[in-house]
């Protein structure tokens, strides 16, 4: 007899020798499966050693896909996703009695053989030429934990999970080869470890764990005797055998795995029978899987964290590598998310917008100085049902955004002025500013031809009294539209989006901001996160930082791995910075903010509100907070909001001020609670000119004039000083309701009448 290992069985080579040597491959069943002649094996008749060596024996065991924990800034959980429910876990971490059952069901003699049991294939030959067929099977336990390997190396893939199960002779054998390599490298305990930890007992759980888990609500190591027999039966046949679903079959198949434990001296046979009297008892947890399980609110977040994995480079050279990280989980990933900031965000928008309002809202708010995000919430939650979408209102298409953004109305105007003032124009700037004014003609572009207004596109102002001259102090706090038409007709475009870049403000879509000057009144689609990070800047003192939500990840193994860290580049000079805080004071002080102004500390911001009232947005800061709120259509119909009802509060018309502003201010109030109240820098402005009184200037007002609400409501009259590189509707064609949870389409199509200055 040959020597045995210390594992028990014979060494790989004797046990392939002796398996070969007796003629295995040209006459026996294997598995289950009668092998009719040796050229049916595709190995031309080879029955030696020698030909069995010829298959390659390089198993490689890939690492278990598990579970990933996503976790708030102060460690609290916020979801947990998997492609796999599994929880990998130590031999010493699973009841003796489990060990025990599986063996027993499994391979009783798993002790006593190595990676083949002669035996157990022998009594299968012997059972299935009874029988005529292949009513039984001969796989070790060791040859099963290779099978699962392959299964778990084809992941998703279908036809790959095919061709690990299929019942081919071809496969079988090789199965055999690894089988051994297995044996010999790891042990019977490790085997058996691994076993259970990558086994299915179904109901979307993978390995003992989650089984333990999902059944019973308790840890592996804690199963009863009676518990470990029932997993231990589900195994063979989880649909079959599932107790949440037919606990009659399960309870059958339970008390089979008592006896069996019985006749092999496992447990006494009184300990069997009163296992078995003991009826089936169950404390399942329901699988809890994705963003969609997030607390707090923090669906769209968790989500937005899985995005930015997916999209970072730090994370693996193709979009491809970063999805099989992230698909093979076991990461614990702690995040930006602020716990307090996110509840009053939640809070703040319970307070004003219902779920099934015609419209939504979208607040998100972020750290100036290291572009963390710390909050980000809507009104329409994460999910499937009515009233539910996975569109995140809050970012850009590509992170899982809409398609298109939200034209930001009158909160550009600040980005405007910020690269007037950083080319050396004083903050006390005076423009005629009319009520109403055509488009002045030409204004320079970043290329050699200039825009010229040939369709003499006009612009006006919100209100006929709206009459300059005008300084930039009063114009800003107003958001005359006039005034910061001529400013970009001075200074050029092209200052403008270069700013506008340096700021990160980029249309949601990807695209490239149009050299237009009505971009001066928020023509674009933006996303609230590309607004509050923007204005943020501002608090920072001219200095950029690009967002992040990740603070930390470690593996399964506890490693840490690197991370995306903000980049901080300067976008303008203090003193620029430090005057448009000073501007942006006076909106909420004396302006068309003032319903956003906060009590307890210093606060800058703007509105915006596009025509049509189809969106309204309030974005501000304080030193340490900045924040963007937009309330619109989150679908393809766009809702006017005049005469409507949101969140049970009748408005007869909503702008910025008057409905983003407050729930800007309610979250922000809430964020900063109990925490420092830094003071900006500031800047003295002069008061500008006085106004004309009497309503517009001679020969600048025309009747009927396009895009004013209540007329033909095009964009800028269909003329190339008001369009936006959407064009004018900037939809999308057969597109669905996103807000509704079918096609994310997202967003927004750019309306007619959009010309976005309004407040």
């Not at 009184?270 to 707090?296: F, M, Q, R, S, Y």
Request: hydrophobic residues 35%.
């Amino acid at each position: 007899m040959g020597k045995k290992r210390s594992g028990g069985g014979l060494t790989g080579s004797q046990q392939a020798a002796k398996f070969l040597g007796v003629s295995v491959l040209s006459g026996v069943v294997l598995a289950g499966m009668a092998i009719p002649a040796a050229g049916a094996l595709g190995l031309a008749a080879k029955g030696t050693v020698e030909g069995f060596d010829e298959i390659p024996a390089n198993l490689k065991t890939p690492p278990l896909s598990q579970r990933t924990t996503i976790l708030d800034a102060e460690g609290g959980l916020i979801a947990t996703v998997y492609s796999r429910d599994r929880q990998v876990v130590p031999l010493t971490a699973i009841s003796p009695y489990m060990q025990k059952a599986i063996v027993a069901i499994e391979d009783s003699r798993f002790y006593e053989h190595g990676a083949v049991d002669l035996k157990g294939i022998l009594r299968a030959v012997n059972r299935n030429a009874q029988e005529g067929g292949a009513a039984q099977g001969a796989s070790t336990l060791t040859q099963q934990y290779v099978k699962n390997v392959f299964v778990e190396e084809a992941g998703d893939d279908e036809t790959k999970v095919r061709e690990a199960q299929e019942k081919s002779l071809g496969r079988k054998i090789r199965e055999l080869k690894y089988a051994i390599q297995v044996e010999e490298e790891l042990g019977k305990k490790k085997i058996l470890e691994n076993y259970l930890n990558i086994t299915f007992f179904g109901q979307q759980a993978y390995g003992i764990e989650s089984a333990a888990q999902r059944y019973f609500s308790k840890p592996a190591k804690d199963l009863t005797l009676e518990e470990s027999a029932l997993l231990a039966g589900v195994v063979q046949s989880p649909s079959r055998f599932d107790p949440v679903n037919d606990v009659t079959e399960a309870t059958k198949r339970r008390n089979l795995v008592l006896q069996r434990m019985a006749d092999i001296k496992d447990i006494s046979q009184a300990e069997a029978d009163a296992a078995k009297a003991k009826p089936v008892v169950l404390k399942v947890t329901k699988p809890k899987n994705g963003c969609i399980t997030a607390v707090k609110g923090a669906g769209f977040f968790c989500d937005y964290v899985r995005n930015s994995f997916l999209n970072d480079a730090v994370f693996g050279k193709t979009r491809e590598e970063r999805a099989k990280v992230w698909n093979q989980g076991g990461l614990t990933v702690r995040t930006t998310l602020d716990p307090q900031s996110q509840d009053s965000v939640n809070e703040s928008i319970k307070d004003h917008v219902d779920q099934d309002d015609k419209v939504a809202t979208a607040v998100t708010l972020v750290q100036p100085g290291t572009g963390r995000v710390l909050a980000m919430g809507q009104s329409k939650p994460y999910g499937f049902a009515k009233n539910e979408t996975q569109i995140n209102f809050s970012v850009d298409k590509k992170m899982g955004g809409s398609n298109f953004g939200f034209p930001t109305g009158s909160t550009f105007k600040a980005f405007v002025a910020a690269s007037a003032i950083e080319r050396g124009l004083p903050a006390t700037k005076t423009y005629q500013s009319p009520y109403d004014m055509y488009y002045p003609s030409p204004v320079q572009t970043c290329g050699d031809k200039p825009w010229v207004n040939t369709n003499k596109e006009r612009v006006e102002n919100e209100s006929e009294s709206e009459v300059g001259p005008y300084g930039m102090k009063e114009a800003m706090a107003k958001s005359v539209n006039t005034y910061f038409v001529e400013m970009i007709s001075e200074i050029g475009v092209c200052p403008v989006t270069e700013m506008a870049t340096k700021l990160g403000v980029v249309p949601a879509d990807g695209a490239k901001l149009p050299e237009v000057p009505g971009i001066a009144l928020g023509t674009e689609g933006m996303s609230p996160l590309t607004m509050a990070n923007a204005y943020a800047t501002f608090a920072n003192r001219g200095v950029y930082c690009t967002p992040v939500a990740i603070e930390s990840i470690t593996d399964a193994h506890g490693k840490a791995l690197a991370v995306p860290k903000s980049k901080c580049d300067r976008a303008m000079s203090e003193r620029t910075a430090d005057t448009i805080n000073s501007l942006l004071l006076g909106v909420v002080d004396s302006g068309t903010g003032q319903q956003a102004g906060l009590t307890d500390r210093q606060s800058a911001g703007k509105t915006g509100t596009t025509e049509n009232r189809y969106n309204a947005w309030f974005v501000g800061y304080t030193p340490n907070m900045a924040g963007a709120t937009w309330v619109g259509s989150g679908g393809t119909k766009q809702v006017s909001m005049e005469n409507i009802t949101i969140g049970g509060q009748y408005y007869d018309k909503v702008f910025g001020g008057g409905l983003p502003g407050p729930i800007w201010k309610q979250a922000v109030s809430g964020a900063l609670s109990g925490r420092e109240a830094p003071s900006f820098v500031s800047v003295n402005i002069p008061d500008g000119p006085s106004p004309v009184a009497g309503g517009s200037k001679p020969g600048t007002s025309k009747p009927n004039k396009p895009g004013k609400p209540g007329r033909d409501g095009k964009p800028g009259d269909g003329q190339p000083g008001g369009t936006t590189a959407a064009g004018a509707t900037g939809g999308n064609p057969g597109g669905t309701d996103g807000a509704g949870g079918s096609d994310p389409l997202g967003g927004i199509t750019l309306p007619p009448g959009v010309i976005g200055g309004r407040d």
